[in-house]
């Protein structure tokens, strides 16, 4: 192992409160000797997404993170800040790369699959003769082939915004459409490029899978609530709840997903370290969770469909049933007293039979 | 003069009982507050109602554990289990009975069809009210459940409408049993009930 950086250390340096100094540009001299003593390369791809992902991995004020990033690592291939474009970059530095090194080297996808007409909505190159290469076909060639993926970001991890409900374009995780290769989900919309950047070192430095929890993320990053950790818990405790945006109180009523949501954000803080969702008077919209953006985001419990384009509530679920067993109470009673299987009959009988 | 009294409910099912409705009704009230903390005023902060709701939470798995052991090791099982053939095959009577089409019903044993039914279904509920709660309580150690389940806020809909639930059913279930007779309602405190008790049935049918 070329780094000096153990594995511990590694870890408590990822999972601490990294809010004082970057973590990102904490790694990059780590990550440089670890590309010179020859770590695999990583190529790049982007799907049906926005690029804000990258935008937020590069993000990070330390120059120095940049440089690896673009130049230090074997980032061999990255649609938006790759030198290389059209055939030259599909043909040398995807497929070429992907096959001189069978199963040594990392793929980063960014953005869901979309897999509708063919996987046509989504076109990436095309063939000698002309044919249109699609993303689909694309991540099958080479992500069979790669040590492992990653996928940044909530789109390839696990469907996210473009696979969201009526999904035209039918976009699944990457996990649906490559199997059997080790996957790294960061998601997040965006990640935090602290996230991405730990992820990358990690397997760079250490050729190996950062733990991951049972939603295929890094521990390190994921393992904590916002709910638990939240700077307005406080409130939580006390039952003091924020009625409207911009109110003191707890934001459960209005919808966050803290206590469901796993990411460090209450203590890594966004814009290198400025602020966070809670912080700036936003609820969490628990954008690292599998069922981000399904859910209502700003509602505490999602209605039930009970039929088309109607919904309701638990609450007057409840309520109705609530109504109706107290009918039938009401009924039964009723008619237990008229038939005299209660009441002052049933007395009479009694005694009778006492007599 | 005194009645001739029969045992009903062994001491075993009177503390099973007794402890497993104390539970429930405090994570029903604690439960609502927890929801609702504004709208269900009844305690002082989400603090108490919470550590209340998982101390009895703790309460409810060792009265859910306790009594299914009960169940099996005393042989209670065939009394308060449904049995989807033999309870099935006498639900219809009983529904004439509870319908006031007929006067009279036959013997069933120590419930009938509908409270085995209930007693059954309660058994469900309270496992599936342990396992969302759990998730609840401990996201990180239960996320793979969670994900089974189909995220947390469907983990949480399912806890909350199963809430629900209780409350209605044990509304049911209390009035069912006031109107069946006080002996009745007497004999889960005493674990004695009158020889001569008249459960809704002819001795000559019986
Ligand atoms: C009969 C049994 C139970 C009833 C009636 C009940 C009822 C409730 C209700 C009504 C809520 C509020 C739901 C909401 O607004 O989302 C709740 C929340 C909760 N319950 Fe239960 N519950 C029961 C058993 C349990 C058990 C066994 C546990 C296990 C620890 C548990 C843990 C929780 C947790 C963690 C919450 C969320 C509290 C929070 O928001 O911090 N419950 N329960």
């Known amino acids: 192992m070329s780094s000096k950086l153990s594995r511990r250390d590694f870890l408590k340096m990822c999972a601490g409160s990294a809010a004082v100094i970057s973590l990102s540009s904490y790694l990059a001299p780590f990550m440089k000797e670890a590309v010179a003593a020859g770590a695999p390369p990583v190529i790049w791809i982007q799907g049906a997404s926005c690029t804000g992902c990258s935008i937020s991995l590069l993000n990070t004020v330390h120059p120095d993170i940049k440089e690896v990033l673009t130049k230090v690592i074997s980032l061999t291939y990255h649609p938006n800040i790759s030198a290389a474009a059209g055939d030259l970059a599909i043909k040398e530095a995807i497929y070429k790369v992907a096959e001189t090194n069978p199963k040594n080297f990392f793929l980063v996808v960014e953005g869901a699959v979309p897999t509708g007409a063919e996987g046509r909505f989504c076109m990436v190159g095309e063939t000698e003769n002309g044919e249109p290469i699609v993303f689909e076909k694309l991540i099958k060639d080479i992500g069979s082939k790669a040590k492992a993926i990653i996928n940044f970001g909530t789109c390839s991890a696990y469907g996210g915004i473009p696979a969201t409900s009526p999904n035209p374009t039918d976009c699944k995780p990457v996990s649906k459409v490559v199997k059997n290769v080790p996957i790294i989900n960061v998601p997040g919309c965006p990640p935090h490029p602290d996230w991405m950047v730990g992820t990358i070192a990690h397997v760079l430095l250490y050729n190996d899978l950062p733990e991951l929890d049972s939603f295929g993320r890094p521990k390190m990053f994921f393992e904590r609530i916002i709910h638990d950790n939240c700077q307005r818990r406080q409130y939580f405790d006390n039952a003091i709840f924020a009625k409207t945006f911009g109110e003191m109180g707890c934001m459960l009523e209005l919808g966050c997903k803290g206590p469901y949501a796993h990411c460090d954000a209450t203590t890594r803080l966004w814009n290198n370290g400025n602020n966070w969702c809670v912080g700036c008077g936003g609820v969490c919209i628990g954008c690292t969770e599998p069922q981000f953006p399904a859910w209502p985001m700003y509602e505490r419990m999602p209605d039930m469909p009970v039929g088309p384009a109607t919904s309701v509530t638990a609450d007057q679920i409840g309520l109705v049933l609530g109504g109706a067993t107290a009918l039938g109470i009401a009924g039964h009673l009723a008619g237990n007293i008229i038939t005299g299987r209660i009441g002052p009959k049933k007395a009479d009988e009694a005694k009778e039979g006492e007599a | ?206």
Do not use: C
Request: proline share 4%; no cysteine.
């Open chain 2, 1 to 206: 003069m005194f009645k001739k009294m029969e045992e009903r409910h062994s001491l075993w099912i009177r503390i099973f009982h007794w402890t497993n409705m104390i539970a429930i009704t405090m994570l029903i009230l604690t439960g609502f507050y927890i929801h609702a903390p504004q709208t269900f005023r009844l305690f002082g902060s989400m603090d108490t109602a919470r550590g209340f709701h998982f101390a009895m939470a703790y309460v409810l798995v060792v009265g859910v554990l306790g009594r299914v052991y009960y169940a099996i090791a005393a042989k209670d099982a065939k009394n308060i289990v449904y049995s989807p053939v033999e309870d099935t095959k006498k639900l219809p009577s009983m529904l004439k009975y509870y319908l006031f089409l007929a006067d009279d019903h036959p013997y069933y044993g120590k419930y009938n069809p509908g409270q085995k039914g209930m007693y059954t279904g309660w058994l469900v509920m309270a496992i599936l009210m342990i396992i969302t709660g759990f998730i609840l309580y401990k996201p990180h150690l239960f996320l793979g459940l969670s994900g089974w389940f189909g995220g947390f806020l469907t983990v949480r809909l399912i806890h909350y409408i199963i809430t629900w639930l209780f409350v209605l059913t044990v509304m049911l279930h209390v009035y069912l049993d006031v109107a069946e007779g006080i002996p009745i309602l007497k004999s889960m405190f005493t674990g004695k009930i009158p020889a001569d008790f008249h459960h809704g049935y002819h001795e000559d049918e019986a």
